[in-house]
């Protein structure tokens, strides 16, 4: 993502970016914490501190809204013409409303902008090749990773000619260029994906995790809101101790042989045997848990006390 930023910046000659969703931990991105603390809170977490970042880019990252036009609207009026980049991931909760990106295509095309499609978390997950194909979107940038090489080291950063040729007009290197086992496990990777048809399998797994945790928690009368793109799955649990609930449910599983917490991951590996298992422990461990709840015994039966949330210091 800081390469993409770079070529923006490089092809636009502006500086500022306005952004939605989680792209990284770089100076360009939590810059936008340089104004106030919350900027990050409904992308990443609450209350980052961008100690380290340049204090002087503050005011050049701008986050907005997935299905929140609005928020673009006013960033693009306020900065339009300082604009390098529109970044945005093409979904992660929920799916995008009628219209949506088109108008989001469209201010990006008005400012002159270069529209980025961040697909280092969707991309290969629902299709064999980028998110942004299913929902009809097409960027100047897309960027990828993790999923292209089954989680060896790679990154791949495309788009069209006429913007990507401003790498040529800045400096832009890494060691591991000239490596090569990320492009080896990426071609073996996309061609293995495309032949078996990965990304259907991984939807279908992905969606009877989600029904099952919808079915348990209906059965046991727990409170969770459950999210996420099928093969990227997550829960939340609606109750005010949340937090020790989901400790609870990690001390839980664990007693049944499974590492889990609210978040699953579908692999091309996962078979039908396993969600069925998995979902046994899930049933067991959430009927103890509500049992516990409702007795007011949660806090008690906690090893090492409430989870906490995201990437909070252990420290």
């Avoid at 009026?77 to 980049?85: L, M, P, W």
């Avoid at 496990?185 to 945790?213: F, N, P, Y």
């Avoid at 996420?228 to 609930?245: K, Q, V």
Wanted: charged share 20%; hydrophobic share 45%.
């Amino acid at each position: 993502m800081a390469v993409a930023i770079r070529i923006a910046r490089a092809y636009t000659g502006r500086d500022k970016i306005a952004f939605c969703g989680y792209h990284g931990w770089h100076d360009w991105y939590l810059a936008a914490n340089l104004t106030t603390e919350d900027a990050l809170s409904e992308h990443l977490l609450a209350g980052l501190p961008p100690r380290g970042v340049p204090a002087v880019l503050g005011g050049t990252a701008f986050p907005f809204r997935y299905n929140r036009l609005d928020d673009l609207q006013s960033i693009v009026r306020q900065h339009g013409r300082d604009i390098a980049a529109i970044v945005m991931e093409p979904i992660r909760n929920h799916w995008p409303q009628t219209g949506f990106f088109e108008n989001v295509v469209s201010l990006a095309s008005e400012c002159g902008a270069v529209f980025v499609i961040d697909e280092i978390s969707a991309g290969f997950r629902m299709n064999s090749a980028g998110a942004h194909m299913i929902l009809g979107v097409e960027p100047d940038i897309a960027v990828f990773s993790k999923a292209i090489s089954n989680g060896y080291p790679m990154a791949a950063i495309i788009g069209k000619a006429s913007v990507m040729q401003a790498a040529q007009s800045t400096f832009i290197s890494s060691t591991s260029w000239t490596e090569r086992i990320g492009p080896a496990a990426s071609l073996a990777t996309i061609r293995k994906h495309c032949r078996l048809d990965v990304s259907a399998h991984l939807m279908e797994i992905g969606r009877l995790v989600q029904d099952g945790w919808r079915h348990a928690t209906d059965k046991h009368g727990l409170d969770i809101q459950v999210g996420g793109i099928p093969p990227l799955s997550h829960f939340t649990f609606g109750a005010l101790n949340g937090m020790s609930l989901k400790a609870g449910f990690v001390q839980l599983m664990l007693k049944r042989g499974f590492l889990a917490s609210d978040s699953f991951y579908a692999m091309w590996a996962h078979t039908q045997e396993h969600v069925n298992r998995y979902l046994g422990a899930v049933d067991e461990s959430f009927e103890e848990l509500a049992a516990l709840h409702r007795a007011g015994r949660l806090e008690e039966m906690l090893i090492a006390g409430p989870a906490v949330a995201g990437f909070q210091r252990l420290a």
